[in-house]
């Protein structure tokens, strides 16, 4: 069997931060089936800042049970059509973010969508694993801990 010394072990849940929108840490719902992450996101509304389109919005981080909303701010990297876990086309916005994963920084394209009905309000898509080098344990959980972003500020 082969091994790959320079991928990182994550498990199907973990935290992750986001630090360029002041979220500390959240747990995340690592789904190699979803090619982009995707971020639950509401009162999305765009506008512009130097010249460039940006996208202000609510990030609904805490959990069904103990709700937590954060106001974030973002560039606006494109808009993608997305078909989502029930089957609807959906026109989302994309951003693009730092994000912390245990000591590891890289930059990681979310979709802004409703997942009020969603246990997990971040969902970890393969392409952010493919660019963060990651494999799934599918029988591990929080294996990387918090995210320590002060280990490796780059991003």
Known sequence: MKTFDHLSVIGLREWIGLPALGIDKVRAKVDSGAKTSALHASDIET????????????AHIGTPHKPHDKQCEARLISFKRVKSS???LQERHVIRTPMVLGDRRWWVDFTLTCRKS???RILLGCTAMLEGQLVINP????????????????G
Do not use: I
């Open 47 to 58: 506008f512009e800042r130097d010249g460039e389109t940006w996208v202000r919005f609510n």
């Open 86 to 88: 029930n089957g609807h």
């Open 118 to 120: 969603m246990r997990y």
């Open 139 to 154: 029988g591990l959980r929080f294996v990387q801990g918090e995210p320590q972003p002060h280990l490796n500020p780059e």
